[in-house]
């Protein structure tokens, strides 16, 4: 299996059960087939905005940051995760997760990345040849990620977007097949 880092999952029609994971889409952020992955789910806004988050954990704020607080899965669903990039090279476009406050003061304080910040509670987490399991039961599809959806499109339609990266304009092409008439909404 390739390494899924920097890519984005995207649950299928198949995905087994009444899932909480049912239209989601998931930035890996870490993948190895010895230990597993982790990544956040990108696409369920909580209802709270990263500045009144700020304001409670005592980060200042110059920037009147006014992003969407996720939820970012099922695994340490008290702690925050941000999202942001890997090492100080401008081209690399793959981003970490961290749980670390200074690292979320520096970002906001220091006008890094702001436009790139995404923050959530918990995080999805697969154990050992899991999400491999997982690949066989076809409960994914996995697309390269896109900074433009992980930032910027509206929640509501990240699932659409990322499917749409594939040349699938509606969930029902990967059920029934080419559906031309039909259209993403």
Known sequence: MIDLTNHFLITTPNFPGQSIYARSVIYITEH?????AVGVIINRPIGKHIDKVLQSINVENPLAIDKFLYWGGPVSMDTGYVLHKMGKNIKNQAFEITNNKNTLSEIVENNKECDELFIA????GWTQNQIEYEFKKDAWIVVPAD???????????????ALRKLGVRHVNQLVYGDMTSQSVS
């Open 121 to 124: 509670m918990g995080y999805c």
């Open 32 to 36: 190895d087939k010895t230990t597993g």
């Open 147 to 161: 900074k433009e959806i992980l930032f910027n499109i509206n929640p509501v339609d990240k699932y659409d977007a």
